[in-house]
């Protein structure tokens, strides 16, 4: 075998071996994958081969939580290249690797690094690969090597042009210059020119990590952190349609964890935190199941659904049990670290400061693990807190320790307010007010408490906004202020009712009874708490007006669920609609800070979602469910969802037209009882009665608009035919792509007769369809021909055809199959020209093997000839050698013939011939 041969051959057995590994990494197989990746590895024989199986190994073990192992591959890969690193570099190290950035990047900026030209040399690409791979281990076993990976990927990118790689090195370098060295706008330009990379150049394959990280670890230290969602949720997109697991399952906690620091309806937060548990679950990435495990637990206690408000321990978490094994496993540090920023702040709320302290102190020796995690945000500011309350019962020594760590965290705090107010001024605010509480500077701390309201207010952090109000209200009544207290508490609790923290709601309850019945600030939204009096006979006729007056379903649907959440005084309400058999969610409406908030949904309709009990008894009855008050005892008080989310006003209202159950309204309330009176029910019910007929009608309109779009899309593109004709054989009316297909004019129309377009040989068939015509009024698609112009034919497919008998004409729609046909015909001409080649190659094959066969004996007989001629040709010739050149001349030609003989028998197809097997 030839050298080339080999390398082919080997090459083709690598790749096999490389997919089958894939193949069963991607299907969770990760046992077999983990073998044949690791037998692969001793196989590879050049850079590039090395990088891909070092990539796909490190994904392996990255999931499997062995990050160590996953750092091992990566650094025995780059040890092939030279670059011996240790896996736990000096910070010397790292630092150095990052001034070479500023010192390659010169006087350009970084916005010029988009126009650096692609990268081409193979082993930096590879090399590039494996460090994208290195990042997320290292980042979980050591600060320096994480610094270090990425700032090596993008001074590879500076030296040798850019690349897919060189994105996700741009943005995870926001990751570093920022938390780490201080630069945080020169993150976010690095960051958003990793963006534009993708943006701009196509470089896409690390798209889903790109945007993951943009998102996660750059936007929230300069911009909004909910301006981090969009690219979540498009790295989630794009990380399901490559098929990458971890990225899919990194980004699904991410984005609860988003959702979680921005101050979301908590409902909403625990299902998007249990979707990317279930997800982390199916692909058994171990790493981020702990993650998101430990996020419900604090949810599912903020929620009032654990049995002890502030810890997590119910029948799906053990706290005691995931403590014990982080403790010993060091390479869950990262996890363990997020972990312990959960627990403090469940124990913060739950007022329990000491363990709240000691958990953050947990967490503060593996900070480095989260470094640019949003959860560091939260480390500092309920770490503070947390302090803050502790200082008022301390002894001297530990008060003074907590005053050293409270400005410690403020300082960290301050110094993120100023690159980002949006989001840390109002955590900046609330630690500085508990700082001049705490030194007794009375005018500072109210001053701070009402910027830390205002900013938290003005930004949607509902959850900090009912904190500071809390923290206000204790304030207040330590200086003797009780009406004042009274009125922050107030805030406070519904502040945490809006943000569905009903287990602190019941804590703030037990401790303030009066809270219970205190009304909902008239300020705070103006559908709760109005009087019915303003719902006027004009205010009705309007809404009315509005719900009928709209034909466009999507539109309608918000339409009808604002007005329902006006007029009803709800919180929040679901439009559920029937496309099948079973009910489904067509949309979510909220009461958001200055407006109702409408979110057009197709998901099933959940007992996670609404009480189903309730729903089920609607359907059923077509009768209207109301529950004054939710808490007291009830026909429904068995629901799981009653149980669970404490709603106080349910309000489920059937959508009807002429019998038929159209939709249903579902409202609630979970600020106050009696909320749905009998005044606003008559006129949600009115407003029913139009919005099922509006309903209705929309959907008739979606779908014929839906088919009309469908059909002008096709008659645009002149993809189809359309043909208008009677059966005195006129063309009434056609499109332009039908006169294409026949090579007639529109103004040959007139004199066009269907009946002389079509070739004789398929009149027959024309007759068929017609009779099928007039029996049905429609008939089954068909080919057939029609003549051109020129007199050459067309091949076209009569995909429909319709009669209208009040009108005596018919519609067709015609295919032209001129194209299908050529292509049809290029396919036979192949078949037959491999099945020639097949043909020639066999006899060539076969030709070459007989003559091989046969030029063994020829050879022989001549060279047998030459000896025997030597010996007759000598002074006294060799009479008996020449005889027994003779004898084997002899041998040798039935030799030959016996091949062509075996030869002929083989062709003829004989049956086999056994002779015995001599051996010499």
Not at 19 to 37: D, H, I, N, S, V
Not at 404 to 428: I, V
Not at 761 to 772: G, L, P
Request: one cysteine or more; hydrophobic letters at 40%; a negative charge.
């Amino acid at each position: 075998m030839s050298e080339d041969s080999w390398d082919r051959r080997h090459e083709l057995t690598f790749a096999l071996e490389l997919q089958r590994g894939e193949c069963e990494f991607l299907t969770g197989a990760l046992a077999e994958a983990e073998q044949r990746l690791a037998a692969l590895s001793s196989r590879a024989t050049n850079t590039v081969e090395r990088a891909t199986v070092a990539c796909l190994r490190a994904d392996l073990y990255t999931t499997l939580d062995q990050s160590s192992r996953a750092i091992a591959v990566g650094l025995d890969y780059l040890r092939h290249l030279a670059i011996d690193w240790s896996p736990h570099p000096t910070e010397e190290v790292a630092r150095r690797e990052y001034d070479r950035i500023w010192s390659q990047l010169g006087s350009r900026t970084i916005e010029d690094l988009i126009e650096l030209p692609f990268m081409s040399d193979p082993s930096s690409l590879a090399t590039l690969d494996v460090l994208t791979k290195l990042g997320p281990p290292s980042l979980q076993t050591d600060a320096n090597l994480f610094s270090l990976v990425i700032c090596r990927a993008v001074n590879l990118s500076l030296e040798g042009g850019n690349c897919d790689g060189s994105c996700f090195a741009y943005v995870r370098l926001g990751m570093v210059a920022g938390p780490r060295f201080g630069d945080y706008q020169a993150g976010f330009r690095f960051g958003r020119l990793g963006h534009d990379l993708i943006e701009q150049r196509g470089l896409t394959r690390f798209q889903a990590r790109t945007y993951m990280s943009f998102g996660t670890f750059v936007l929230p230290w300069t911009r909004h952190v909910r301006a981090g969602r969009d690219f979540l949720l498009r790295a989630l997109q794009a990380a399901n349609k490559t098929g990458d697991l971890n990225c899919a399952a990194y980004s699904g906690g991410h984005l609860a964890t988003n959702l979680l620091a921005t101050g979301d309806p908590l409902v909403n937060v625990q299902r998007e935190t249990e979707n990317a548990l279930a997800f982390a679950q199916k692909t058994r990435f171990g790493f981020v199941i702990d993650i998101t495990a430990t996020q419900l637990g604090l949810i599912r206690t903020l929620r009032g659904l654990t049995p002890r408000f502030g810890s997590f321990d119910d029948g799906q978490f053990n706290e005691l049990g995931i403590e014990r094994r982080f403790a010993r496993s060091p390479h869950l540090a990262h996890a363990a670290c997020r972990y312990w920023i959960r627990k403090l702040q469940a124990r913060f709320f739950a007022g329990e400061y000491a363990a709240a302290v000691e958990a953050s102190s947990g967490a503060q020796s593996l900070l480095w693990t989260v470094v640019s995690h949003f959860e560091t945000a939260e480390y500092h500011f309920y770490g503070a807190l947390s302090r803050a309350a502790s200082c008022d019962s301390a002894p001297a020594a530990e008060r003074q320790h907590n005053v050293e760590a409270l400005t410690a965290h403020h300082k960290q705090l301050q110094a993120w307010a100023d690159n980002c107010p949006d989001n840390f001024e109002n955590r900046a605010a609330l630690v500085g007010a508990e700082i001049a509480r705490i030194e007794g500077h009375d005018i500072n701390a109210m001053r701070l408490y009402e910027d830390a309201i205002r900013s938290a207010r003005a930004n949607g952090f509902i959850h900090n906004e009912a904190l500071a109000n809390e923290l206000a209200a204790r304030f207040y009544a330590a200086c003797g202020f009780e009406k004042m207290a009274r009125v922050y508490l107030q805030d406070a609790r519904y502040g945490y009712l809006r943000w569905g923290a009903d287990g602190k709601v019941r804590q703030l309850e037990q401790l303030h009874p009066y809270l219970r019945d205190a009304l909902v600030p008239a300020s705070r939204t103006a559908t709760i708490g109005g009087p019915v009096e303003r719902l006027d006979v004009g205010a009705v006729l309007k809404a009315a007006q509005a719900v009928s007056g709209e034909i466009v379903l999507d539109e309608l649907i918000k339409t009808l669920l604002r007005i329902a959440i006006e007029h009803a005084g709800a919180e929040r309400g679901l439009l559920i609609l029937f496309p099948g058999d079973e009910p489904r969610i067509a949309a979510e409406a909220t009461t958001g800070p200055s407006q109702v908030e409408v979110t057009l949904r197709q998901t099933p309709a959940s007992p996670a979602e609404l009480p189903e009990s309730v729903l089920q008894t609607v359907i059923r009855t077509r009768q209207s469910v109301i529950l004054d008050d939710a808490s007291a005892q009830n026909p429904f008080s068995a629901d799981v969802y009653l149980c669970q989310t404490h709603v106080r006003s349910v309000l489920c209202l059937p959508l009807v037209k002429q019998a038929k159950l159209i939709g249903v309204l579902y409202l609630e309330n979970n600020l106050a009882s009696h909320v749905f009176t009998p005044a606003r029910i008559s006129v949600l019910e009115l407003l029913a009665s139009q919005a099922a007929i509006s309903l209705e009608n929309a959907r008739l309109y979606n779908d014929l608009r839906e088919r009309e779009a469908r059909i002008r899309r096709l008659v645009d593109a002149n993809i189809i035919g359309i043909v208008i004709w009677d059966f005195q054989g006129r063309i009434v009316e056609t499109n332009q792509a039908f006169l294409d297909m026949v090579g007639y004019a529109r103004e040959d129309l007139a004199s066009l007769r269907w009946t002389e377009l079509t070739p004789a040989e398929w009149r027959d068939v024309d007759d068929q369809a017609f009779a099928e015509l007039k029996a049905t009024g429609t008939s089954q698609p068909r080919e057939k021909e029609y003549f051109r112009k020129d007199g050459s034919r067309v091949p076209v497919l009569v995909a429909r055809a319709i009669f209208e008998w009040n009108r005596d004409e018919g519609v067709a729609f015609v295919f032209d199959l001129t194209e299908r046909k050529h292509v049809e015909g290029a396919l036979r001409d192949a078949q037959t020209n491999l099945a020639h080649v097949a043909r020639v190659t066999t006899l060539g094959e076969l030709a070459a093997s007989i003559a091989h066969e046969v030029n063994q004996p020829l050879a022989a007989i001549v060279a047998n000839a030459e000896a025997g001629l030597r010996w007759l040709r000598r002074r006294i010739p060799d009479v008996d050698a020449a005889c027994r050149s003779m004898e084997w001349i002899i041998d040798d030609g039935n030799r030959a013939s016996e091949v062509i003989r075996r030869v002929r028998a083989l062709a003829n197809k004989t049956s086999l011939e056994k002779v015995p097997f001599q051996r010499h």
